[in-house]
């Protein structure tokens, strides 16, 4: 998707495209300014976005394979809330929940635009997710009342198919959970294995006291490109709770943000990625304690086979006057093959003095001592490595609070490990 | 049952082991005394499979079958257990899982059926009274946490749960207490019968007042320098090994 594709694209498309004209106008300005990154960049300098920037990801203009989004439907989709397929809600696999507005966003900015336009695109983001502000048709809607306990978790599905021809989808979430309201919320987006861009952005506001709790799985086709910028606004006395697992995609690259911007805010930020043959997992961190008496909390793990690649990129800001601050940051990756590699790179920032400020980062490789005593109680080397491995990934894993989810990943790794384990 | 011919072995670069001949049968219980260093441990490793060992010369035989054919987790299939001197602590992978992960291995192997998680449970809090080791620690992950007299005590667990046909205690005695070896010691022995050969490998001869073994060797530079009854053990404990290495 060279830069001037992606302008022409939205020429094309801008018609068509649900509201936001001023918004949507300034974000291809801007993504006309940056273009896509380039390996000189600070922040781009793992992740070479060529295959992305060279090639044509249009948004599609055919149906989806009907009988292919039956399949998806009857395995992943099952249990959604709501279903998206190649960046459009799918009503037909759908089922919104009740007490709690979850729907589509294309719809509702047709509708009513007002009632979202406020909180969309309140914070810039680079190249990307100003090509996802200037070109998303639809994505998901989530508000949560004030007060509001939503018992069951929300899931939101985002399938892609696959098709003759590369295509893109730009899915975008806003969800708004109001003062003392709490929701679990898991996004998985998976599915398709013909080249194609995912491209979404998340806005999540945290209001006073609320509770959120996010899951999000990438487990997306081998030649898929995965890139996500997810902003989260949290207010005083918010708790936010984050699990990325990346296992999928060619190339993926997570940029998180919080804003702990009230009073005794918490985070933890867990994530997860597990790879193998030339993947790459990118992800970006940035938390910003903006008030005093803010926690946070990141665990990020990495299981590199083959020749793939994990970066990790940590930022914590601590801002003048954010006294009384407690952040502890750890990235441990573990190497399963002589070609994998793993960047690990933690970025602290504090200009306040009265803060417990901690990060730490290990590269390493399953300890030889340790297979050799699980060998010696007759227990198989590829047993052995798949026990290991699920040790090591259990910390992220058991954190994960919706069973469902916890569970099928729980599956999907360790089929993950024995193949590998076999190679 | 177990016949090592003329075995000699490296640890790395370095010729460790330079002529071995024992033969084992079932039931009986050896002990193998040894100053430091004078691969003791070394002999251990080399029959339980670890890498960084080369073996140079000679042969092990196990049931008639070539030991040195069979990876680590064959031999512990077949019915070798090696006792740690320094169990390793291993996050995240919980005791009771892992020892069922181990006994159904073995039982596969044996052609029988796997065990589920209730009846292993039973099993496990049976055998861990054997050892006195809380249930705490069986729900632990493995050894973490655990003082050195639980690993070792963890050990013995081990080898009760697996039913091996030789077990080969490696300094189980090590950084053990009076309590902890009285412990140890009642544990080894409830586990001695017909079927069941025992090597202990033990720098010290305290233990062999708990265990006593039917034969005693010592092993001084890589060789079986002598081989006695009860009473050599004593006079080691007596002497030192300095009046046996005089032939060096």
């Known amino acids: ?386 026990l290991l491995i699920h040790a090591f990934a259990c910390e992220v894993l058991d954190a994960v609070p919706v069973a469902e989810v916890r569970e099928r990943l729980e599956e999907y790794l360790l089929d993950l490990v024995s193949r590998k384990a076999g190679v | 049952m177990l016949e090592i011919r003329d075995l000699h072995a490296k640890a790395g670069d370095k010729p460790v082991l330079k002529g071995i001949d024992l033969v084992v049968r079932p039931g009986e219980v050896h002990a193998i005394m040894g100053p430091n260093a004078s691969g003791k441990s070394t002999l251990a490793h080399v029959l339980a499979g670890r890498d960084g060992f080369a073996v140079t010369g000679g042969s092990v035989a196990w049931k008639g079958k070539d030991l040195f054919a069979m990876t680590p987790e064959q031999r512990a299939r077949e019915g070798i257990f090696l006792g740690f001197q320094y169990p390793v602590e291993i996050p995240g992978v919980g005791n009771t899982y892992f020892l069922k992960s181990a006994y159904n291995a073995v039982r596969k192997h044996r052609g029988e059926p796997e065990m589920d998680a209730a009846d292993f449970l039973t099993l496990i809090k049976e055998k861990a009274k054997l050892v006195e080791l809380s249930d705490g620690l069986l729900t632990r992950p493995v050894n973490e946490g655990f003082s050195g007299g639980e690993k070792k005590r963890n050990e013995i667990l081990q080898m009760a749960v697996l039913d091996p046909a030789l077990a080969i205690l490696d300094e189980t005695d090590s950084g053990l207490d009076i309590d902890a070896l009285k412990i140890v010691g009642h544990g080894i022995n409830a586990l001695r019968n017909r079927d069941r050969a025992i090597v202990l490998i033990t720098h010290f001869p305290r233990l062999l007042n708990y265990v006593v073994p039917d034969v005693v060797h010592v092993l001084i530079d890589g060789r079986l320098v002598k081989s006695g009854h009860r009473e050599l053990a004593l006079q080691l404990e007596a002497k030192g090994y300095g009046w046996l290495e005089g032939g060096k």
């Open chain 1, 1 to 386: 998707m060279t830069k001037e594709s992606c302008l022409s694209e939205y020429d094309r498309l801008e018609p068509a495209l649900p509201g936001l004209r001023d918004l949507r106008r300034r974000a291809i300005a801007r993504f006309g300014e940056l273009g896509f990154p380039t390996g000189r960049e600070e922040e781009w300098r793992f992740t070479d976005v060529s295959p992305v920037a060279e090639r044509d990801f249009p948004h599609p203009d055919e149906e989806p394979d009907a009988s292919e989004v039956e399949e998806l439907a009857s395995g992943p989709l099952a249990k959604s809330q709501l279903a998206f397929v190649d960046g459009l809600y799918a009503p037909e696999f759908s089922s919104p929940p009740h007490g709690v507005t979850a729907e589509s966003l294309g719809d509702l900015l047709d509708r009513n635009p007002a009632a979202v336009e406020p909180f969309l695109g309140r914070t810039d983001g680079g190249a990307f997710a100003a090509l996802n502000t200037a070109l998303f048709r639809d994505g998901a809607f989530v508000r949560v009342p004030r007060g509001t306990a939503v018992a069951e978790p929300l899931h939101l599905i985002f399938l892609s198919t696959t098709r003759a021809k590369p295509f893109a989808a730009h899915p975008r979430i806003l969800a708004v959970v109001e003062e003392g309201a709490s929701i679990r919320i898991a996004e998985c987006h998976a599915g398709g294995t013909s080249p194609h861009l995912t491209n979404a952005v998340v806005e999540l506001e945290v209001g006073e006291g609320a509770h959120v709790d996010w899951s999000k799985i990438q487990r997306e086709g081998p030649e898929a490109y995965h890139f996500a910028t997810v902003q989260v606004r949290q207010a005083r006395g918010s708790v936010f709770a984050s699990h990325s697992i990346s296992l999928g995609a060619a190339l993926s690259r997570n940029d998180l943000g919080v804003l702990l911007d009230g009073e005794g805010a918490e985070c933890s930020l867990d994530g997860l990625y597990e790879l193998g043959g030339t993947q790459l997992a990118d992800n970006h961190t940035t938390i910003d304690h903006a008030k005093p008496h803010g926690t946070s909390r990141e665990l990020y793990k990495g299981i590199l086979d083959g020749r793939s690649r994990g970066v990790f990129d940590g930022r914590i800001v601590v801002r003048p006057g954010a006294q009384k601050t407690d952040a502890i940051q750890t990235n441990r990756n573990l190497l399963l093959s002589a070609g994998a590699l793993a960047n690990t790179k933690p970025q602290l920032e504090i200009f306040a003095n009265d803060v417990k400020c901690k990060h730490g980062a290990t590269i390493g490789k399953l300890d030889p001592d340790v297979l050799f005593y699980l060998r010696s109680r007759g227990i198989g080397r590829e047993e052995a490595q798949r």
